[in-house]
């Protein structure tokens, strides 16, 4: 038996897939999550918030563990080559005696020291899991992976990821990353408007309101789902969402109605898709290719109401969750299931058998 862990370190969230096979054949696929922002619990806690993750998993002595990481971003620190040291640093103390391998964006599965000598190479290499994964369901094709704070486009032509940005930046710049995700984008970054009474009023700039308060009010997610804090500290209920998105512009659920505050996500949310289809125009021309007529498939928890009905207005014609093949909580924690899958391979030294549900 191989047993294997596939661990995404996010600046907002650490997500696990646990993994194992037998025989040649998956036999066990289990998936966690723990809300851990850095920048609030302290870097200092990411060692022993990483262990807790993984003795809830049950297991704590996998024979390897591949991990990917986002948090390097966070301002708690200077630099990301700091934040890539202290997540590997911080990942060895929670897993001592276990072979960790850091996935680089090139695919490959570097040992610690490897890094030290590389670090920006590991740095946010998380979609390449992703891309790769994509690449066993089709030759050809896009991986769009909308999560609670972004959204990462991965381009795959002749069964191999063909992204060009090779860090955040570059990403940005290629339209291979959208700075929108179902949950955590605050409103007045994806809008400078909103129409009140026939008015195309002015938002303010303060963190009032978040991307989750708007798929909540529209029915795209249950409170259950709204796994994160909220910007006032209030609860996860439609009518505390309402009021943190009325203050948006000023105002409060005494001068604004439910039916005006609706109209104002309906717009935000309209908003929101023209973001991530403005990243897919500037994909398509950065490949100097129409990706119209390949197959895509989403991922995250925004994969359905975002990544989804974005490429359907680009004009994808093809469009499928990946959730179809690897299970719902798989899709949502997309490359913590990919890195665990990529885990098995190397140790088996062949795919494995059931990694899919079809």
């Not at 990821?161 to 930046?169: I, Q, Y």
């Not at 959208?178 to 700039?205: E, F, I, Q």
């Not at 009518?239 to 309906?266: G, H, W």
Request: glycine share 8%.
């Amino acid at each position: 038996m191989v047993r294997v862990l596939g661990l995404d370190i996010g600046g907002a969230n650490l997500k696990l897939t646990v993994m194992d096979c037998v025989d040649g054949a998956i036999s066990r696929i289990e998936v966690f999550t723990e809300y851990f922002p850095i920048w609030r619990r302290g870097r200092e806690n990411l060692a022993l918030a990483i262990r807790n993750l993984v003795k809830k998993s049950g297991l704590e002595n996998p024979d390897l563990a591949a991990i990917t990481m986002t948090a390097e971003l966070s301002d708690v620190y200077f630099s990301k080559t700091e934040g890539v040291y202290h997540i590997v640093d911080s990942t060895k103390l929670a897993l001592q005696n276990v072979e960790l391998r850091f996935l680089n964006i090139y695919g490959e599965l570097l040992n610690s020291e490897e890094v030290r000598s590389k670090p920006l190479e590991v740095a946010a290499a998380n979609w390449y899991a992703s891309g790769w994964l994509a690449s066993k369901l089709s030759k050809d094709c896009l991986l769009v992976d909308t999560g609670s704070t972004s959204t990462s486009l991965v381009p795959v032509l002749n069964g191999k990821v063909v992204a060009s940005g090779f860090n955040d930046l570059e990403k940005l710049m290629n339209g291979e990353l959208a700075y929108t995700g179902a949950l955590r984008t605050n409103v007045a970054t994806v809008v400078s408007h909103v129409p009140v009474r026939g008015v195309l009023t002015p938002v303010s700039s303060e963190f009032f309101a978040q991307s989750g308060d708007v798929h909540l009010i529209l029915g795209h997610i249950h409170p259950e789902d709204y796994t994160v804090d909220t910007p006032d500290g209030r609860g996860a209920s439609t009518f505390e969402a309402a009021a943190r998105l009325a203050r948006v512009v000023c105002a409060d659920l005494d001068i604004l109605s439910m039916e005006e505050i609706n109209s104002i996500a309906s717009y935000v949310y309209k908003a929101q898709l023209l973001q991530i289809v403005e990243a897919l125009t500037r994909l398509s021309e950065n490949l100097n290719l129409d990706l119209k007529g390949k197959p895509a498939y989403t991922a995250g928890l925004g994969g359905e109401f975002l990544a989804k009905k974005a490429l359907t207005i680009f004009g994808f014609r093809d469009v499928k969750s990946i959730s179809q093949f690897i299970g719902l909580n798989a899709a949502k924690a997309l490359p913590s299931y990919a890195l665990a899958l990529m885990a098995v391979e190397r140790l088996e030294g062949r795919e494995p058998e059931n990694w899919r549900l079809f």
